[in-house]
């Protein structure tokens, strides 16, 4: 594995934790809305 292959996996691997969390938080999010009532 070369030292730029490395960085793109490290970078990969940091853009899915980076998606997980935000995915999270949308479901979060929408969850509270939803139970206030303010939802569609």
Known sequence: ???EQA???LFQRKAN???E???Q???SQAF???R???GS
Do not use: C, F, K, P
Request: aromatic share 4%; hydrophobic share 50%.
């Open 1 to 3: 594995m070369t030292a």
């Open 7 to 9: 960085r793109q996996a």
């Open 17 to 19: 934790d980076e998606m």
């Open 21 to 23: 969390a935000w995915v």
């Open 25 to 27: 938080e949308i479901r």
């Open 32 to 34: 509270v809305d939803e």
């Open 36 to 38: 206030l009532g303010s």
